[in-house]
């Protein structure tokens, strides 16, 4: 008898975004006359860069053509593309192979997919709050009890609290684990590890025989030089950790989809040889993936030209102009709000008690604004709201106006 994944019925609601979705198709049904102001999830909403576009339209030429035509490539990527990754890192201080990384079709599938290759017993933490693929990715493999609906949490699951007290990022954690999620710059809250923090947890790590899973998802938005943009700028971390990353949020690269994960030869756990560990990634990738789309390789490699570099900073430099009208405008509403300043989420405290979901409803409301409710994030987001610098300036500039006019505090 055919039996489903129990582990499913777990998932304490749907998946966050697609629920937000849901809500706010049952507001505009109910209110056809409001526009709506999307600053809810982290998609890009500005066009591809020239250099983008050319290199696509390469990858489509070379495709079109039987002299350069290629079909399945090596799962882990094209050579070209990993080595100008390994350079890309290199000009930033960091040695890596070129065999380290492993081209994907996005960081979402590589943070869901990379905890299965450890074991089911592994136990994990996680930032409260967090994105919420690192939870569901474990719930569904079986390392966690049940919904607490009263706790808000999973039993067995290594909760590290990330509050205003310690500015949003958390202490190591006071009993042995095996898996760490950390993300940085956060999603949902914005802030950004220092180099001691991030020492803390390689220490940890090593210490305690843990693997540091390190999302670096939105490094780029890091304009202060003094914080690390990937964890293989601490000492050790190689020996630790594994690093996951992608173009869809320094190059506008959501609907096209291409990310990397980073899992360095020299990562060993317990039982294994140098090199293993990244073998057995490998072993998962080319058992369950085809490569990333040839064309898609060939727009990437666009994004590391000299001339590519400086348009997707652009495109980053555009959006932080959004996040600096975002928090000029809770500032004028006498909102209190974090991280904004080297990330593109802008974390508001909602006012004193208001839910996240029922700050969610109020917004809307009386605003047209859909923003993400910080509880969607784990139990440590309640009483936060997230607000994405995401969009079209104007679009940024008529929502941040609609709060500060019809926002009722
Ligand atoms: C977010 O809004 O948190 C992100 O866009 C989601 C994602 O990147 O998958």
Request: proline share 5%.
């Amino acid at each position: 008898m055919a039996e489903i994944n129990k582990n499913y019925k777990k998932l304490a609601a749907g998946y966050l975004f697609p629920e937000i979705a849901r809500r706010t198709r049952e507001f505009q049904e109910k209110h056809p006359q409001m526009i709506l102001k999307k600053l809810g999830i982290g998609n890009t909403t500005e066009a591809l860069t020239p250099s983008v576009v050319d290199g696509l339209k390469n990858g489509v030429n070379k495709l079109a053509d039987p002299s350069s035509y290629s079909g399945y490539g090596d799962e882990q990527g094209k050579v070209e593309l990993r080595q100008a990754l390994a350079d890309y890192y290199k000009n930033r201080g960091i040695e890596l192979s070129s065999d380290d990384f492993f081209v994907s079709d996005g960081a979402k599938p590589d943070s869901s997919n990379i905890q299965s290759i450890f074991s089911p017993e592994s136990v994990i933490a996680v930032q409260d709050p967090a994105y919420p693929v690192y939870v569901d990715s474990n719930v569904i493999a079986g390392r966690t009890g049940e919904f607490s609906n009263e706790m808000g949490e999973y039993e067995g699951l290594l909760y590290m609290p990330c509050t205003e007290e310690n500015n949003f990022f958390p202490d190591v954690p006071d009993k042995k684990v095996d898996l760490i999620y950390l993300c940085s710059p956060n999603n949902p809250t914005g802030a950004v590890a220092t180099h001691k923090q991030l020492k803390m947890f390689v220490e940890y790590a090593k210490k305690n025989k843990a693997v540091i899973i390190f999302d670096a998802a939105y490094s780029e938005y890091i304009s202060d030089p003094n914080l690390p943009k990937s964890i293989f700028e601490i000492e050790g971390a190689k020996e630790c950790s594994l690093e996951i990353n992608s173009l869809s949020k320094f190059s506008g690269f959501t609907g096209v989809r291409l990310g990397w994960s980073i899992v360095p030869k020299e990562l060993v756990i317990e039982g294994t040889e140098p090199g293993e560990v990244r073998s057995l990634w490998n072993r998962r990738q080319s058992t369950f993936f085809n490569g990333a789309s040839n064309i898609v390789q060939e727009g990437a490699l666009a994004v590391f030209s000299e001339k590519g570099l400086k348009e997707s900073n652009e495109l980053v430099n555009y959006y932080m102009e959004n996040a600096r009208i975002i928090m000029k405008g809770m500032e004028d509403v006498g909102l209190n709000y974090y991280g904004g300043i080297n990330a593109p989420y802008v974390w508001l405290k909602t006012p004193e008690g208001i839910s996240s979901w029922d700050f969610f409803d109020k917004l809307l409301s009386e605003t047209g604004v859909i923003g993400t409710p910080g509880s969607g994030f784990g139990p440590g987001g309640e009483g936060y709201f997230r607000l994405s610098a995401f969009g079209h300036r104007e679009d940024i500039e008529e929502a941040v106006e609609s709060i500060k006019k019809n926002l009722n505090l």
